[in-house]
């Protein structure tokens, strides 16, 4: 969506929208960490975000690559920065032809700053002089796909302080094609409402998108508003002067300063404010709080299905998924990107060659074996990781091999009752209440267009040990309403669905549209969530050591237990669900495993066979018998 539009539908709902601002990290943890923070802050309910331009090199490359993450794993809608600088022609289209496949279309496009060994700015060779030489480049190249945004200086840029020659460039920049204009941060709103009026008077009728820095300490304020060279009004100076050694107190002041500067603004006419967040969320969060912009119960945040979309090529009409990866987005994401087909914009055919298949993409545990150990420690019995469990509903840990991101609000109704489960050594992967009919507006439930109704049955998707899975069994045989599916991680499958096809377990009803069904469980997709889901428990497993209990434990674990999903197909009966489950409990719960007695390495080394003059190896540690 360009952002002329989401602009356009402002004005015309009265409704204010804003937007994010990101930069690529210097690190590989620093990247995986704002991919976390960026996912969270989607539920803010930006309308965009926009990521930085790192000139040359291996930070150019990570702007692309987040470009292509936020658009296609996160489905959020993203305007890409393109400098100049380090520019030639061939990686401007380069970087343009990433950004197109990516399914973007926005680019803010910037002359940049000179790089740091030289003093004053120069075009590369082949590249481009000034920004209005790109923005021709691209509306040439790709005609009306990419909206293109250009840069505003209501205080001036570095090295040009002419404000009348400075509003002639903005001028030609969008003669030649600009759609918009972002300015530089400012915190003088007079001055900002004088220079759009200069604006307007030079005829340029374009969205403008004023450019807003949250304060998150006093000293990193100070540092970007003198490398801004950006005024302070002094009554600001005044209220953050007395307070400048408590962060919380310089916080809790700044955000009601930046709140005022965003009503002034507001005030005159503008609809859409963009954020500088440093890649840091508390700062942007306290300021919306303060505006009273984030999502509530009257104003939710806009979302078409109840999980996020993809705006990635081939997958935008995407409408249906399998509820097996709602906490593996990306890897869902990832794996079904090559699938053959998307039929009736669906998620893609199970007689693709590439469907359930894992190599190729990546799906495994993520962090090192050391941070993993750190994050969820060394369990030594079962009690151990559903303590794990336990402590992730309860939102002491943000994440569990099975489960990307922090738990959400929505399994707040049903949360004592899965505490109860896991502490009984039943370990929940994945879960949802049954929803009767709440508005489509809901805070939590809500999802699709307004007057609507949506419904979901209470589903269960849980790690069984097999004693308790042979209890469990004839107990859902025995109720009517409960369908389920079960595998172990060498393929013992069993269950008493009464077809192969999908069976919906979420559903909306809108006026003047045909019943949505956009979450399903159905046998092939179970099955390929399957193997992810025993790779992750086994991947877990080998952040430990060999011969350590919990190295034992986990693959003890992974090797015996079912993955075991449950369907109560009445939604009208929310308990049911963990009604089957009563008096259940494993065994010997916090009995710590046995490990083997390690054999001597003479011992090891003399059963090696060999054959053909290769040692063969199961992959356990242990040579095979030829």
């Known amino acids: 969506m360009h952002i002329n539009e989401m602009i356009a539908d402002a004005e015309r709902t009265g409704q204010p929208s804003f937007s994010f601002e990101f930069f690529p990290p210097k690190t590989a943890q620093g990247v995986q960490n704002l991919y976390d923070r960026m996912e969270r802050m989607y539920d803010f309910g930006p309308k965009f975000i926009d990521i930085t331009w790192g000139a040359g090199g291996r930070i150019a490359e990570l702007t692309c690559d987040m470009v292509l993450q936020a658009q296609t794993f996160f489905g959020l809608e993203t305007c890409m920065h393109l400098t100049c600088t380090d520019m030639g022609e061939a990686k401007v289209n380069e970087a343009l032809q990433k950004a197109y496949k990516a399914g973007c279309t926005n680019i803010l496009a910037l002359r940049g700053d000179p790089p740091r060994e030289k003093e004053k700015w120069e075009a590369t060779e082949g590249g481009f002089q000034y920004a209005r030489d790109l923005v021709a480049h691209i509306r040439k190249l790709y005609g009306n796909h990419f909206d293109i945004g250009v840069a505003g200086y209501p205080e001036g840029c570095d090295d040009n302080k002419d404000e009348e020659l400075l509003l002639d460039h903005l001028k030609e ?71 400048k050694n408590n962060d919380s107190a310089v916080r809790e002041a700044g955000k009601t300063l930046v709140a005022q500067l965003c009503r002034k603004i507001m005030s005159a006419g503008i609809v859409h404010l963009h954020f500088y967040t440093m890649n840091l969320a508390q700062a942007t969060r306290m300021v919306l709080e303060e505006l009273d912009w984030m999502p509530t119960t009257t104003r939710p945040r806009t979302q078409a299905l109840p999980w996020k979309q993809s705006l990635g090529f081939g997958r935008r009409e995407e409408d249906v998924r399998p509820i097996f ?227 034992v434990l986990i693959e003890k674990m992974m090797n015996d237990w079912y993955l075991v999903n449950i369907v109560n197909n009445d939604f009208h009966q929310p308990k049911t669900i963990f009604e089957l489950f009563d008096g259940l409990a494993v065994k010997d719960l916090d009995v710590p495993v046995s490990v083997p007695a390690q054999v001597p390495e003479s011992q090891v080394n003399e059963a090696v066979k060999v054959t053909n003059g290769v040692p063969t190896n199961n992959g356990n540690g242990v040579a095979a018998s030829a």
């Open 325 to 551: 990866w709602r906490n593996r987005g990306k890897s869902y994401i990832s794996r079904t990107q090559d699938w053959d087909e998307f039929p009736n914009g669906r998620w893609g055919d199970s007689r693709s060659p590439a469907f359930g298949e894992l190599d190729a993409y990546g799906i495994g545990l993520t962090g090192t074996n050391e941070s993993n150990r750190e994050k969820w420690g060394e369990p030594q019995t079962v009690k151990d990781i559903a303590n794990l469990f336990v402590r992730y509903l309860e939102k002491d840990l943000e994440s569990l091999p099975w489960s990307e991101a922090p738990l959400t609000s929505e399994a707040d109704s049903i949360k004592e009752d899965l505490i109860k489960l896991n502490q009984r050594g039943l370990l929940t992967v994945n879960s949802q209440p049954a929803v009767n009919g709440v508005k489509s507006t809901h805070p939590v439930h809500g999802w699709g267009p307004p007057h609507g109704y949506v419904y979901q049955k209470s589903y269960l998707e849980l790690l069984v040990a097999p004693e308790l899975f042979e209890e469990i069994l004839p107990r859902i045989h025995a109720h009517p309403d409960l369908s389920y599916y079960a595998v172990t991680r060498s393929g013992t499958y069993k269950s008493n669905a009464p077809s192969e096809g999908p069976n919906a377990v979420t559903w909306g009803v809108f006026p003047g549209k045909e019943i949505v069904q956009p979450t399903i469980v159905e046998s092939i997709s179970f099955l390929a969530w399957k193997d992810e889901a025993f790779r992750l428990g086994m991947d877990w497993a080998h952040c430990h050591d060999a011969n350590t209990p919990s190295r």
């Open 173 to 243: 920049k969008v003669d030649m094609g600009g759609t918009f204009i972002v300015t530089q941060m400012f915190y003088d709103a007079d001055n900002f409402v004088r220079w759009v009026g200069k604006v307007r008077e030079r005829g340029i009728r374009v969205p403008i998108v004023p450019g807003i820095m949250p304060i998150a300490t006093y000293a990193s304020f100070m540092r970007r508003a003198s490398h801004m060279n950006c005024r302070v009004p002094d009554d600001w100076m005044a209220t953050l002067e007395p307070i």
